[in-house]
């Protein structure tokens, strides 16, 4: 008996297959048939290609619909405790963020709380958020921890890190954001807390496998420049990926610093300079624009995207979910900001939370666009217009996603 060369096909798709080999926007083939052979893609055909015709085996007809690649949130706080939506109150009657969080309120209300819950409690809180995620299309989720601040807390986020992504079997890039801010027991002594980053909480969290990279908040109310230079030095020698909240409330030269150090992404970037996109240019370093947390903020200054464009950086768009900036589980909305208020065109909106998401997180040889070779991970969308996904918000045009070949429509 003759073995058929896929397991499945999807056929009459217009694939967004954001392969930049494809010269059309968003590398747009169209009818075309997706063949899945395992987790993989196994080949991208026209639907009247003899092999497509020539198949036996299950068939998904797409009558025309769209199908991209599953969406990457290549930022985010997801794993939480309590609310701050006392701090949104404050602001809106007129506090600034950086006073909520010099009288310990913000990032430092989230640490308490999220120290005083279990990862169990921890994994439930974050479930429903990533539940909306998934539910608009995210197959890929890069999870910080941040509010724990204690060894232990750190790892207890990041153990509900893993746990919810793999209870909504999705693929998480988890993140020590050991240096968010500095926690109560250490206040003035932030040195000796960045040693504690650098000689414990590191070199554990690398022999656990926890996390994959190391994040940092290089900024006026968070640490310094030379403290993150401190924390990006260990967490190489433990071979773990660098980045950094950067550049997003001042300029500190946060963003120059991750390229010194081969960074694979420098995020935020409102007060991004001439020199630090010349650096990031430079290195390689993926711009990750965070629009909701601008706008929920009310900033004023923008990243520079027609420079960031110009100097040919690739720039991804990640939710930024936590509860204090951006409590948004939606990257759609993200995208949606990203057009509207920071001047992307839809086109460079689906790059960003697709081809240059799993750039920003190292895994653009596995994820991020339709190709042969890439792992099956797609989804399928009832748009006249691709453009309707980023354009019409509340309405779900998803009808199928499919992670790792398998088709949760089945
Ligand atoms: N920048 C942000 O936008 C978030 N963290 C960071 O370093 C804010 C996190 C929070 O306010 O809880
Ligand atoms: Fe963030």
Known sequence: MDREPFDHLWIHARLATLDTK???????????????????????????????????????????????????????????????????????????????????????????????????????????????????????????????????DERKMLRAARRVASECGIEVSPTLLAAHAVPPEFAGRADDYVTLICDEMIPAVASENLAEAVDVFCESIAFTPAQCDRIFTAAKKYRLAVKGHVEQLTNSHGAELIARHGGCSADHLEFLDDAGIAAIAKAGTVAVLLPSAFYFLREKQKPPVEKLRAAGVPMAVASDLNPGTSPFASLRLAMNMACVLYGLAPEEAFAGVTREAAKALGRSNRLGTLEAGKRGDFLVWDVAHLAEIVCQLGVNPLTERVVRGKSDNA
């Open 22 to 152: 494809v010269s059309a926007p968003c590398g747009l083939l169209e009818d075309h048939a997706l063949a899945v052979r395992g987790e993989s893609i196994a080949a991208i055909l026209p639907t009247n290609a003899p092999e497509v015709r020539a198949f036996r085996g299950a068939v998904t007809d797409c009558g025309g619909k769209f199908v991209t690649p599953g969406f990457i949130d290549c930022h985010t706080h997801l794993v939480w405790g309590g609310s701050r939506a006392a701090d949104w109150e404050s602001r809106l009657a007129g506090e600034p963020y950086t006073e909520i969080a010099k009288r310990g309120g913000g990032i430092l209300s989230t640490v308490r709380a999220t120290r005083a819950m279990t990862e169990d409690e921890l994994l439930r809180a974050a479930f429903s958020r990533l539940r909306a995620l998934v539910a608009e299309g995210v197959t890929c989720i890069e999870i910080k921890s941040g509010y724990g601040l204690t060894l232990d």
